[in-house]
C-alpha cells in the first residue's frame, strides 16, 4: 500500500514542480519583456539567467506543489473510494499519510541545504549576471523621468528615451561623486548613448558642466562650462564592486549571515553612542540588521511550510474527495495565495524593522499551523459532514 501511495503523489508532483517553475519563469521574463526586447545580450548569458533564477525560486515552488499534489493524490484515492475501503480495513488516514509524510519531511531537510548552500550562489550569479546585462545595455536600467544609479557615485536622470537601440536620450541630467569629494552636475538637452567593452561612452549635446569643489585650498570654488559637445566616460567598474554588502545579504549561507548579524549588532551597539541625535541614520541601520535576521528565519520556514502544505493538502483532498486539476488546483491556489500575501505583507514589516523580524518571518506558518492541525483531527477522525 505504501509503495502504491507514493507511486500516487511522486508522478504528479514531478510534474506539478516544473509546470509550476516554467509558470513562475514566463511571468518573471514577461515584466521584464519590454526591458529585454533589441538588447544585444548573447543568448548563452540570458540562458544561465534563467538557470540561476530557476534555482532561486525553488523554495516557493516546493510548498505549493506539496499542497497542489497531496490534495490531487488523497483526493484520487478518496473519489475512488479506495480511501473508503482502506478505513473499513481499520486502517486510519494518518497511517496513509505517513509514506507521503517521511517523503515531504525528507524534502524539507533537502530544502533547508538546498537555501543554505545552492542558493545563495544561484542569487549571486543572479544579481552578477544582471548586472552584466545592464553593462552591456546602460538602457536597460534607464528610467524615463527618475535618477537611476547605474555606476558607484553616478545617477543619471533622463526624461525621454527613444531609438531603436534605445539609445537617443532628452532632457539628461547626471549627478557624480569623484574621490577627491568633487561634485559633478551635467545638463544636456540631448545624448546619445555608446556602450564599450570596458566603458560607457556618452556623448552629450548642448549644455552646462557644473563642478563644485568644496575643499580646494581650504576655500570653497566651483567652475561651470557651456558645450556644445561634451564626451562622457565611464569606466566600467568590477562586478564585485558594484554588489553593494547591503543588497547581498541573501547570497550569504546560515554560518555566514549568523556571524554578519553579530558584526552588525556589534556595529550598532558603538554607532548609538556616536549617532544618538541622528534617527535617520540610525533607522537605517536597524533595518539593514533585520534584513539579514529576516533571511536568516526563512531558511527555517519554508521547511516548516512544506510539512504545514502536507498535512493541509491531504486532509483537504481526503474530505472534498475529488482528484485531477479541477477543485484540488482551485483549493490549492486560493491557500496559497493566502500564505503568500500574508508572507508578503509580513516580509515588508519585518524587513523595515516595524516587527521583529523572527516574528515576521513565523507569522505565515503559526497562522496556518493550528488551521492545518485542526482540519487533519477533524478528517482523521471522521468528524467532517461531507
Request: net charge positive; glycine share 4%; charged share 20%.
Amino acid at each position: 500500500m505504501d509503495i502504491y501511495i507514493i507511486r500516487l503523489f511522486i508522478a504528479p508532483f514531478l510534474v506539478i514542480f516544473f509546470s509550476i517553475l516554467f509558470i513562475f519563469i514566463v511571468q518573471f521574463f514577461w515584466s521584464k519583456m519590454n526591458d529585454l526586447t533589441g538588447i544585444d545580450v548573447h543568448i548563452f548569458i540570458i540562458l544561465k539567467f534563467i538557470f540561476y533564477f530557476g534555482i532561486s525560486i525553488i523554495p516557493s515552488v516546493i510548498p505549493i506543489t506539496i499542497l497542489l499534489t497531496s490534495i490531487m493524490t488523497y483526493g484520487n484515492i478518496s473519489e475512488n473510494k479506495e480511501l473508503l475501503a482502506i478505513k473499513s480495513s481499520g486502517i486510519s488516514l494518518f497511517r496513509i499519510m505517513i509514506p507521503i509524510l517521511w517523503i515531504t519531511l525528507i524534502l524539507s531537510i533537502c530544502l533547508y541545504f538546498f537555501s543554505d548552500y545552492s542558493i545563495p550562489h544561484a542569487k549571486k550569479k543572479t544579481k552578477e549576471l544582471g548586472y552584466k546585462i545592464s553593462i552591456a545595455n546602460p538602457s536597460w536600467r534607464l528610467r524615463e523621468g527618475f535618477f537611476v544609479n547605474i555606476f558607484p557615485n553616478f545617477f543619471i536622470k533622463i526624461d525621454e528615451i527613444s531609438g531603436k537601440n534605445k539609445n537617443i536620450l532628452k532632457n539628461v541630467y547626471i549627478f557624480s561623486y569623484e574621490k577627491d569629494l568633487k561634485i559633478n552636475t551635467i545638463f544636456a538637452k540631448s545624448g546619445i548613448l555608446i556602450p564599450e567593452k570596458s566603458n560607457l561612452k556618452i556623448k552629450l549635446i548642448k549644455g552646462l558642466f557644473y563642478r563644485d569643489i568644496p575643499f580646494y585650498r581650504k576655500k570653497y570654488s566651483y567652475y561651470l562650462i557651456y558645450f556644445d559637445t561634451l564626451i562622457q566616460y565611464l569606466k566600467t567598474p568590477f562586478i564585485e564592486e558594484k554588489i553593494d554588502d547591503n543588497e547581498t545579504y541573501y547570497t550569504l549561507n546560515t554560518k555566514k549571515l549568523i556571524q554578519k548579524i553579530h558584526s552588525i549588532k556589534k556595529e550598532n551597539f558603538l554607532l548609538h553612542h556616536q549617532f544618538k541625535s541622528n534617527k535617520k541614520f540610525l533607522q537605517k541601520r536597524k533595518i539593514y540588521l533585520s534584513k539579514h535576521q529576516f533571511e536568516l528565519q526563512k531558511r527555517f520556514t519554508f521547511p516548516f511550510t512544506c510539512m504545514i502544505m502536507f498535512f493541509t493538502g491531504a486532509s483537504l483532498g481526503a474530505m472534498i474527495q475529488k482528484g485531477g486539476v479541477g477543485p484540488p488546483t482551485l483549493v490549492a491556489i486560493v491557500i496559497f495565495l493566502f500564505y503568500h500575501t500574508l508572507l508578503t505583507i509580513t516580509q515588508n514589516k519585518g524587513e523595515s524593522a516595524v516587527i521583529y523580524p523572527w516574528i515576521s518571518a513565523w507569522i505565515p506558518n503559526f497562522t496556518l499551523l493550528p488551521i492545518s492541525i485542526w482540519i487533519t483531527y477533524k478528517t482523521v477522525m471522521d468528524d467532517f459532514f461531507i
